[in-house]
């Protein structure tokens, strides 16, 4: 006999309590492919064009970052902001320098345009990065905006929602977008071996940060912080053991943080997981996402179903690009079914994809994606 309908919410909770709820939860990463489809990617527009969407919406961080951000204003009471644009191609390239009390830092910025072989969300390059030495710290710290203690702007979009989903509240890692950026990731991974002391003391600048946000979000009742990790993937080249050794200690101090307070922690990490999944599920976290398949990634589902899937929920999978985008409506359907096979038992699982589906992709394949979740995902 089918069981009872949940809700969205209700059903999103029930697989990250490991408990088997109507069906799995269906939540893709969207966003991408709305944009290129409808001209919108709004919470709005998700909710009108996307009826068995479980939403685990992702709203950003609490303050602003103008280490990646390139607004045309910056709110920095202290600091004079020069920039230059320059065109170069179809990019142009923005120069900046920030006037502190601590002194003047800068950086280079190329920007693609959007469209064309940039897709629709192109990332910008740092040609020259803010940091360049320790002595740049003291600077550094005047361009990172003060942090609120308390925030609870998720509030609206958890009335919007109502019960057809949860918010998450975007909190990056200390490198994600933060030191990464600042410094470099070529930078960070020499500093490691030749010059320590820069290595952590920016490390720990961005890493007391993050908690601090996350700390704010949580004051302010927040239920879901989305801890985005993603730059420090094995795949962005860190092995195993410095990833061990740095970065799992700061991500147990984020799901203690966000525990402590009764909420939960999805962590995000688009790349390779086989080396690291148990080392993350080792930190307490409750999502692991997006645990992507082979050619792309390395995750297996099985295996990984085995080894933490009695501890946390395994979110994502479905690979965006040789399955949703470049495949059949049969390679779908089949991508699903055995995703189901393996994962739905017990619950402790989310079937979404492996980030978010692209410009590009047929609908026809994404309307076999949503069918073929809803049919083979149910618990009888």
């Known amino acids: 006999m089918p069981r009872a309908e949940m809700t969205s919410r209700e059903r999103i909770l029930a697989a990250i309590r490991h408990q088997e709820p109507d069906r799995v939860p269906i939540s893709p990463r969207i966003g991408a492919w709305m944009t290129a489809e409808y001209g919108d990617a709004s919470l709005t527009k998700q909710m009108e064009v996307l009826p068995h969407m479980d939403f685990m919406h992702i709203i950003g961080e609490p303050v602003a970052n103008y280490v990646c951000g390139l607004p045309e204003e910056y709110d920095l009471p202290e600091v004079e902001v020069e920039q230059t644009r320059t065109d170069e191609g179809d990019c142009y390239i923005l120069e900046r320098t920030f006037r502190t009390p601590a002194g003047a830092i800068s950086d280079v ?189 390395d995750f297996d589902l099985a295996h990984a179903k085995r080894t933490i899937g009695d501890r946390v929920t395994i979110k994502g999978y479905v690979d965006l690009l040789y399955v949703i985008k470049h495949g059949t409506p049969e390679l779908v359907e089949q991508t699903v079914r055995e995703a189901m096979e393996i994962a739905k038992p017990g619950g402790g699982f989310i079937i979404g994809s492996s980030d978010s589906f692209r410009e590009g992709t047929p609908r026809e394949n994404v309307e076999t994606y949503w069918r073929a979740c809803r049919q083979y995902g149910r618990h009888d």
């Open 109 to 297: 910025t190329r920007v693609p345009p959007r469209g064309r072989e940039y897709g629709v969300s192109p990332n910008p390059v740092k040609l020259e990065h803010l940091v360049k030495s320790i002595d740049d710290l003291p600077a550094l710290q005047y361009i990172l905006p003060e942090i609120p203690a308390v925030y609870d702007a998720h509030r609206q979009y958890e009335e919007m929602l109502g019960d057809r989903g949860v918010v998450m509240v975007c909190i990056r890692s200390a490198l994600d977008h933060n030191a990464g950026d600042a410094r470099g990731m070529e930078n960070l991974m020499v500093d490691y071996y030749t010059d320590r002391a820069l290595f952590d003391e920016v490390l720990d600048l961005f890493h007391r940060r993050s908690l601090a946000k996350a700390k704010a979000c949580l004051e302010g009742g927040v239920e879901f912080i989305f801890g985005s990790w993603y730059y420090n993937s094995l795949s962005s080249g860190w092995s195993p053991a410095m990833f061990e050794e740095i970065f799992v200690p700061q991500i147990r101090e984020h799901v203690e943080l966000t525990h402590s307070y009764g909420a939960l922690y999805d962590y995000y990490d688009d790349g390779i997981l086989a080396d690291s999944m148990e080392l993350i599920a080792s930190a307490g976290v409750d999502v692991i996402e997006t645990c992507t398949p082979p050619p792309v990634g």
